[in-house]
């Protein structure tokens, strides 16, 4: 059974070229602390704007999954904040892709919005555990455009580390897991499996986000059970949370025809989970169907504060890998997985990189203290390689062949045949 993740800990990679310039240390910043960002000139509408591409990008994929998944739990934010980093290095209609899909606004907007949510993540007073970080490891001896590195670093926190995938390809794969482990408290291991990378690996991009949150009202261990659980195929017994609210204490609450919906706020407040439940055991398609980023804000400003007389809430825990470059591709951003049709010189100054593979690896433990998740993707990307020497073309159809006759406009075949005697 296929599963995915809710509040995560995300890391995107990918591979490309690299600056000798670039720092070198095997850890770009103590994982526990990512870097403060420049957010200078952000707006309370310039933030609206980017969460809400976020989000919408959120919808689109949970949907693109919903197509081979059963269960799905992912980060979007942390999907959206690596591809902001890769976006960076992009150009012409691989750059259009990815604003398409990703529904980023303009650079001017997208910049210091996207670090105020970085530097949001990651502020000090909170009574729970949420944050994010990004860093580039980078081939040592090759070479990218200064800027693009300023940029990321700039706006995105990205520092650089130096690397040699050509000469030490698993010592470099093992230092980025360990970090990566790191930055996600040893939930996220071997997110590069053998294999992932090669001596034509040239950057790595890695963003990572991890949370660890107590429930306002937490569920009492002693109140939990095996109950029915009705699956597709079936009843199973799982164990159960329960809680018996007091009659002073209330949820922001929602119901309609279709669905039943109650947020369960983390201490602080600041964070929440957010459940949506058909009314019909057999009804989440078509819940599916209709939930779109529209639909979802309209739900929830309906939430109301309301009394809940009984919540039952399975326990669950789980890790998986999901397949993310057949979504992206359906929605839209496919150029950038095509050696020869990939553009990202605005990391290079050439056309000389594209994505090979995007690896996703989530993690999700909800109890009744609260929630426990993590995530990383790895995008990677290689070098186009060179092709051969140009030699002189001779063609001398000298022996049986196969031809056609076809319409250009339309690709339409007219003709087709196959010679092996042309006397006859």
Request: proline share 4%; glycine share 6%; hydrophobic share 40%.
């Amino acid at each position: 059974m296929n599963k995915k993740i809710v509040i995560g800990v995300f890391i995107l990679l990918i591979i490309s070229l690299t600056t000798a310039g670039a720092v070198a240390f095997l850890r770009p910043y103590d994982p526990l602390t990512p870097p403060k960002v420049n957010d200078d000139g952000f707006t309370v509408e310039g933030i609206k704007e980017v969460a809400n591409a976020n989000n919408k990008f959120a919808f689109d994929f949970y949907k693109q999954l919903t197509k081979e998944s059963d269960d799905i739990f992912f980060s979007p934010y942390s999907i959206s904040s690596a591809l902001a980093m890769t976006y960076e290095g992009a150009n012409g209609e691989t750059a259009q892709e990815m604003k398409q899909v990703l529904h980023f606004p303009d650079t001017e907007i997208l910049r210091p919005n996207f670090a105020s949510i970085y530097n949001t993540i990651n502020k000090k007073e909170k009574k729970y555990e949420l944050r994010t970080g990004n860093a580039l490891w980078v081939q040592k001896d090759y070479k990218f455009l200064p800027g693009y590195f300023t940029t990321v670093e700039n706006y995105y926190g990205g520092k650089a580390v130096n690397l040699d995938f050509v000469n030490e390809t698993e010592l470099s794969r093992n230092t980025i897991n360990t970090f990566i482990e790191e930055q996600t408290n040893n939930r996220i291991k071997e997110l590069l499996p053998q294999g992932s990378l090669g001596a034509d690996t040239r950057l790595v991009l890695t963003n990572a986000i991890y949370f660890k949150g107590s429930w306002k009202d937490e569920f009492e261990k002693k109140n939990t059970k095996e109950r029915d659980f009705k699956t597709p195929t079936g009843t199973i017994q799982v164990p159960m949370m329960f809680m018996a609210p007091k009659s002073e204490l209330k949820f922001n609450y929602f119901e309609n025809e279709e669905l039943q919906a109650i947020e369960l706020p983390y201490k602080d407040k600041e964070l929440s989970m957010i459940i949506f439940l058909p009314k019909s055991e057999d009804g989440l398609s078509n819940l599916e169907n209709e939930m779109d980023f529209e639909k979802f804000s309209e739900w929830i400003s309906n939430l109301k504060s309301t009394i809940v007389d009984e919540i039952y809430f399975p326990k669950f825990e789980f890790e998986i890998f999901t397949e993310v470059v057949g979504p992206l591709k359906e929605l839209g951003m496919s150029t950038a997985f095509y050696s020869g049709s990939a553009d990202f010189s605005k990391i290079t100054g050439n056309v000389d990189l594209y994505i090979s593979d995007i690896l996703h690896k989530a993690f999700i433990k909800v109890d009744e203290e609260g929630t426990e998740a993590a995530a990383a993707t790895a995008v990677i990307m290689r070098v186009t390689s060179a092709g051969p020497e140009l030699q002189k073309v001779i063609f001398k159809a000298d022996h049986p062949f196969m031809f056609l006759i076809k319409e250009n406009s339309t690709g339409t075949i007219l003709f087709m045949g196959r010679i092996t005697d042309p006397s006859s």
